[in-house]
């Protein structure tokens, strides 16, 4: 059994196929085919959530996407869990478990419900007047208790084990919807020529067609046909048909995302599907048939579970075969409601009353209700509901008050009228355009190529709209190149209009009523609260819309916006139109994160970058560090060795006997050219035309400001050729600036750059045997200090293949740094660390790199820089050619405040107690007792322990520092305050005589 | 994403291969050295930063790698048109052309 209220004979689905689900824990069954929904429903359970701020009992409002109460935690196991998943969109799947929202401990007893109770509280715009005062509060007491109450649902705790996917997709025509417009539209497209992608949100084609069971097209029931037109669709090979896929974004160009829901409805889905996809589509031409949605009618108490939309009762009868009550009670405004009622009645529920608050009917409703048997009370309102977690009576009274009667019900099914859905339409960035005739926004003028079809653009009759749908088709297939002309013609016939009914509150719920009649049921925003929201001063709509939050819950205002604008414009006394209509933004329905983020995750959220010694590094036992997207080997420890053992290690061995150290990873730009040394005298401080062949040096890059941007050592190969290297995490900047330069300003220099950071693997050499251990292995090049003093770069032979030798040090010890074409990498590496080893060399990582650089006092750039540093205040002044005419900066370095006494200037600091170290970004001050806020006067860029010194060194930007040498100045910290002295920057070697070894 | 045209390639590719690159027509002074600082202001820190019509520099960074200029709606986010870098800047009987072409 699949349910007390399913009913035989009706719907689509196959009673012999069942399927067994949780819903709070109870086993529920139900049919293959119903949405958690329909089978919730089928088996008597309308409680299915309650509401965000009241914690009111709720019940399904809808059948489809503007669903805003029924919403669900879906659950495959702990990792796989999602909440606020529709019930109305996600099919039932076998040992699916379902949780309600928003309740504690129980949905049926919920302890939140007291916010009911309590509702004059919590009027519109309560959390930005309720919460002001005290101060204190906020913090301690207000923010907790509301961050504990507010987010709907419970997040997963594990990482989503399900794998997501992505791909492009190029069309001449995307329709978005497969109704029977968006079916007519595509197969006459498709029959002209075009390529064409369908989607649809719904497991199966058809739209309104579910449910409108009297529409026939071709004498063919209209589902039957959707069914039957989609299946030829799909086997053309010039169209897509996307089911379960939501178009939710509409972006520039006609570039519309959709997310394909592939898994969501398997029991045991096969572990190689996506559980969703996303469609990036680039359309030349879109079709817009996302027909209308229904709206429900605003009167008090319209929030019981049983009450829901027409159009919704309508579908899950007809096609899921499930009686939304035995005693049905109707409340229209719209002639839609009516089909409802009469095909309740012809499968024997029995409908109470037609409750129309008009007072004509369309042409032969009431001859048909007569004929069925049906009650129709016209000029009469439903003004009250009963029931506490079921409706169980709705209060009736003639318009205007009087004659109030109770009838008992289990369920009520209301219809204001057809809201056209203009969602995409406005995602486009086309303007809605008021229709007074029929009360209705519909697309005004279009920003994109694109055409609104059917229901959402106000056509009417049906034939009218399979018509403009297949004109639409061919239109747009001919526009886009398309020869044939498919002539399509489909006979249609039955359904009803979308036009007629109300927007706004309901007789009995009007502005001098202070009853609860819902306009947002899920944010819980009530008539009352708008016209609050006006009498407050919000005059225009979207104030009204952030000051109640109508319309900002997840179904962003589906059912709720125009009832909402309609209470604020009457409120106002105003047209609707003058009050305003919210745009839509994406996403149409929430998407997850997984969709988005689909194929981007784990290792391919982010390039790792490895360099060619990365596997020697590894099996050597080093721990990584990551620097831009490199991996770094960071330190090499030993048996027993912790950080600072290891790098202590590490840094004594370099200057005693020698280390080996991985560099490649410095980004490398090759500079060629007839004109290559006059670039690099636009790009660099230096002057580089005195540079011979075979030297390198040590050169700086501004910005036009005048501020650090970059450095690095450049050799010069040759007279027309630079090997110019680059900060790390700096290369591909340093290229696109040098690009800039080149391409914009100096165009008539003949000069070519190439990246070659990857193509080089470089091996860094260092220390008082860094000759004795690269000696043998080299060749062709003399490595004596006389043919190959400091600050050469050489070219020959390594282990037999090419190596670029430079004579070049980031220690301050003798050293080189050996360049081979990187697939020689590891082999050379290898080869060097044979020699190196029984020297009593070590491998040292970068944080030994760091310390023994800042024991030389030389900057690294983003750390003792951060863009507001000039070579002067780094104290590299010696670095500017003096002579130059220009170069990139030479006006920036002239500004006022670029020459001022008191700029921030690097110094070291060394702390009075040479075991206690600095902590990078400490701020500096003169006067540690001076009252809080204190007068900072610069901070603390780089701090070691240095082995090497016996004590610990900083670096520090302070203002005026290079005049405060020797003085005292204070370093303030949560739990002391730590005295340093100011000191020039180089701790280690002051003479700087090693590197010549 | 916007699909860019790259005058150079006489392409149209999808906005992730650009970079935008600041504003357009701003030209480097020949003797920058000798420029007040009311001039080296205007030409470094002062931008126009328009509603409607922008002339942009991009790059196309990850295909032939040129710089090129812009003319981009910044109210519609629209590309009027694109063209080489040192080219003028194109005029309104231009403009109103091309942006009647791509709104057809
Ligand atoms: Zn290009």
């Not at chain 1, 097209?217 to 089911?243: I, P, S």
């Amino acid at each position: 059994m699949s349910g007390a209220n399913r009913i035989a004979g009706a719907g689509r689905l196959t009673p012999a196929k069942t399927v067994r689900f949780t819903f709070d824990g109870e086993i529920y069954t139900a049919l293959e085919g119903d949405t958690l929904a329909s089978a919730l429903v089928a088996n008597g359970v309308h409680l299915m959530g309650r509401s965000f701020k009241y914690h009111r009992a709720r019940g399904v409002l809808g059948a489809g996407a503007e669903e805003p109460n029924a919403l669900m935690g879906i659950e495959r196991d702990r990792a796989r869990r999602q909440p606020n998943v529709r019930a109305t969109v996600q099919e039932v799947f076998e040992g699916m478990k379902a949780t309600s929202q928003n309740r504690w401990p129980s949905l049926a007893f919920d302890i939140g419900a007291v916010n009911n109770l309590m509702s004059p509280f919590f009027a519109a715009g309560f959390y930005y007047k309720t919460f002001m005062w005290p101060k204190a509060a906020w913090q301690k007491l207000y923010e907790p208790i509301i961050r504990g109450a507010a987010g709907l649902g419970v997040s997963p705790d594990e990482a989503d084990t399900d794998h997501y996917a992505s791909r492009y997709v190029h069309c001449d025509v995307l329709v978005i919807g497969g109704g029977v417009c968006g079916l007519s539209a595509a197969l006459a497209a498709a029959k002209s020529g075009a390529s064409v992608v369908i989607c649809d949100e719904q497991a199966q084609m058809g739209g309104a067609l579910a449910y409108e069971n009297g529409v026939t097209l071709y004498d063919e029931a209209g589902f039957d046909w959707a069914g039957k037109t989609a299946a030829e669709l799909a086997g053309m090979d010039n169209v897509r048909v996307l089911t379960r896929t939501t178009a939710f974004g509409y972006y520039v160009q006609n570039f519309v995302a959709l997310s394909e829901r592939v898994t969501d409805h398997l029991a045991e889905p096969d572990a190689d599907l996506p559980r969703e996809r996303l469609w990036q589509v680039r359309a030349k031409r879109v079709i817009i048939a996302t027909g209308a949605i229904e709206r429900h009618m605003v009167f008090a108490n319209n929030d019981r579970p049983g009450i829901m939309l027409s159009s919704a009762a309508r579908t899950f009868l007809n096609h899921y075969g499930v009686a939304v009550g035995t005693k049905v009670g109707v409340y229209t405004a719209n002639d839609s409601a009516y089909e409802t009622a009469f095909d309740l009645k012809r499968v024997g529920v029995s409908v109470e009353a037609i409750v129309d608050c008009r007072d004509n009917p369309g042409e032969g409703k009431l001859s048909t209700a007569a004929d069925l048997g049906i009650t129709v009370k016209t000029g009469h309102s439903v003004t009250n509901t009963k029931g506490a977690r079921r409706i169980t009576a709705m209060v009736v009274e003639r318009n205007g008050g009087g004659g109030a009667k109770t009838i008992a019900v289990d369920a009520l099914i209301m219809s204001a009228g057809w809201t056209p859905s203009v969602h995409m339409f406005s995602q486009s960035r086309g303007k809605v355009a008021w229709d007074a005739d029929t009360q209705r926004f519909l697309p005004g003028d279009y920003a994109q190529d694109c055409v609104s079809i059917g229901a959402c653009n106000g056509t009417e009759d049906l034939q009218a709209s399979v018509d403009e749908a297949i004109a639409a088709g061919e239109f747009a297939a001919k526009a886009v190149g398309g020869k044939r002309a498919a002539n399509l013609k489909i006979a249609a016939s039955g359904g009803g209009g979308w036009s007629g009914g109300v927007a706004g509150s309901a007789d009995g719920a009007g502005p001098d009523t202070t009853v609860k009649a819902f306009v947002d049921f899920q944010n819980d925003v009530t008539a009352k609260d708008i016209r609050l929201a006006v009498r407050e001063g919000m005059h225009s709509i979207e104030h009204v819309k952030r000051f109640t939050t109508n319309g900002m819950a997840s179904d962003q205002g589906k059912t709720s916006n125009i009832h909402g604008l309609a209470i604020a414009a009457d409120a106002l006394s105003r047209e609707m139109p003058a009050v305003g209509l919210t745009t839509f933004r994406p996403p149409y329905t929430p998407v997850t994160f997984g969709s988005i983020v689909n194929h981007g995750r784990g290792q391919l959220f982010d390039p790792t970058r490895k360099t060619p010694m990365h596997g020697w590094a590894e099996e050597h036992g080093a721990v990584f560090e990551d620097v831009s997207q490199w991996k770094r080997a960071w330190y090499f420890p030993r048996i027993g060795e912790d950080m600072h053992a290891a790098v202590n290690r590490e840094c004594k061995t370099v200057r005693e006997a020698a280390g080996v150290f991985d560099a490649s990873t410095l980004g490398k730009i090759e500079v060629v050219g007839p004109d290559a040394a006059a670039f690099l005298d636009l790009m660099y401080t230096n002057g580089w035309g005195k540079l011979k062949p075979g030297r390198c040096k040590y050169g700086i890059m501004l910005r036009e400001d005048g501020f650090i941007y970059d450095d690095g050592v450049v050799a010069r190969i040759a007279e027309d050729r630079f090997h110019v290297t680059t900060t790390t995490g700096g290369a591909p900047r340093v290229l696109h600036h040098m690009e800039d330069y080149l391409q914009t300003e100096f165009p008539h220099l003949d000069v070519w750059l190439t990246s070659t950071s990857e193509q080089w693997a470089v091996i860094a050499v260092q220390g008082p045997k860094a000759r004795e251990i690269i000696e043998p292995l080299v060749e062709d090049i003399d490595l004596s200090n006389e043919a190959m003093p400091h600050m050469s770069a050489l070219e020959g032979k390594i282990c037999g293949v090419p190596t670029r030798l430079f004579r070049v040090s980031f220690t301050g010890e003798a050293g080189y740094e050996v360049n081979v074409p990187a697939d020689f990498g590891r082999a050379v590496w290898e080869a060097i660390w044979e020699r190196a080893e029984p020297l009593g060399a070590c491998a040292y990582g970068t944080e030994t790199m760091h310390v023994l650089r800042a024991e030389k006092g030389f900057i690294i750039v983003g750390q003792d820089t951060d863009g507001t540093v000039t070579p002067q205040d780094a104290g590299l002044s010696w670095a500017i050619a003096k002579s130059k005419p220009d170069y990139v900066g030479i006006r920036g370095l002239m500004r006022p405040d670029l020459v001022a006494d008191d700029r921030k200037q690097l110094v070291g600091l060394k702390t009075k107690d040479a075991n206690t170290v600095l902590e990078e970004g400490a701020q500096v001050v003169a006067d540690p007792n001076q009252p809080i806020p204190m007068k900072m006067l610069g901070h603390v860029t780089s701090s070691y322990w240095s082995e090497n010194c016996g004590r610990s060194i900083a670096m520090a930007l302070v203002a005026g520092g290079r005049a405060k040498m020797g003085e005292t100045l204070y370093v303030p910290m949560p739990d002391r305050t730590i005295e340093v002295e100011v000191t020039g920057t180089v701790f280690f070697d002051e003479k700087g005589e090693r590197v010549n070894g | 994403m916007l699909l860019i045209h790259c005058p150079y390639c006489d392409e149209e590719r999808p906005e992730l291969e650009f970079r935008h690159a600041g504003e357009a027509h701003i030209e480097r002074p020949t003797d920058i050295k000798s420029i007040s600082d009311e001039e080296f202001m205007k030409f470094f820190f002062l931008r126009d930063n328009p509603k409607g019509v922008a002339y942009e520099r991009w790059r196309h960074m990850h295909g032939c790698g040129r710089f090129f200029n812009a003319v981009r709606d910044t109210v519609s986010d629209k590309f009027v048109m694109t063209y080489e870098a040192g080219k003028p800047r194109p005029d309104g009987d231009e403009l109103r052309a091309k942006s009647k072409e791509t709104n057809q």
